[in-house]
C-alpha cells in the first residue's frame, strides 16, 4: 500500500451491503465504501491521507456527503516539507492524514489529541481478500 502513499492496508469483513454500499467492519469500526462485493467477505481496506480531512471533535459537523466521520486519536505528527503527515489510531485501526502544517499548527495537533476523520466512501479501495493474492 505504500507504493501509492496509504498505510498498511486494513483487514476487514464486509458486515452489510446493498445497492452498492457496504459497511466493513474493521476490528470494530465501521467503514462505509463502494463495492458489488457481498456480506461476510473478507476484505482489505485502503484510505489514501490525502483523502482524509480533520476535525476537532467539538466542531459542529455540516450536512455532507461525507459517510464516515470517525473519532481518533493522534498518534504522531510527521513534518514533511509544507505538510504534516497525521496517524491516527481507534480501537487497533490506524489511518494517516496529509494536511498543511499551518493546518496541523492551527488544530493543536500532538499526540494524544483527538479528532474526526472525516472521508468519503467514494475514498476508500476495497479489495477481496483470496488465498495467496489481494487486489485493492
Known amino acids: 500500500a505504500d507504493f501509492i502513499g496509504m498505510d498498511a492496508a486494513l483487514h476487514g469483513r464486509i458486515a452489510r451491503a446493498q445497492e452498492g ?3 466493513i467492519d474493521v476490528q470494530g469500526t465501521i467503514i462505509s465504501a463502494l463495492t458489488d462485493l457481498p456480506p461476510d467477505t473478507p476484505v482489505l481496506v485502503g484510505i489514501r491521507p490525502e ?3 480533520l476535525l476537532e471533535t467539538d466542531a459542529e459537523m455540516p450536512a455532507t456527503s461525507a459517510r464516515n ?6 498518534e504522531a505528527v510527521e513534518q ?3 505538510t504534516s503527515r497525521v496517524s491516527l489510531t481507534r480501537n487497533g485501526t490506524r489511518l494517516a492524514a496529509s494536511i498543511s502544517r499551518a493546518s496541523a499548527f492551527e488544530l493543536g495537533l500532538e499526540p ?3 479528532v474526526i476523520a472525516v472521508f468519503k466512501a467514494t475514498s476508500v479501495r476495497v479489495g477481496r481478500v483470496r488465498s495467496g493474492s489481494v487486489g485493492l
Open 21 to 23: 454500499l457496504a459497511e
Open 51 to 53: 483523502d482524509v480531512i
Open 69 to 74: 466521520h470517525l473519532r481518533m486519536r493522534v
Open 80 to 82: 514533511r516539507g509544507s
Open 112 to 114: 494524544g489529541a483527538e
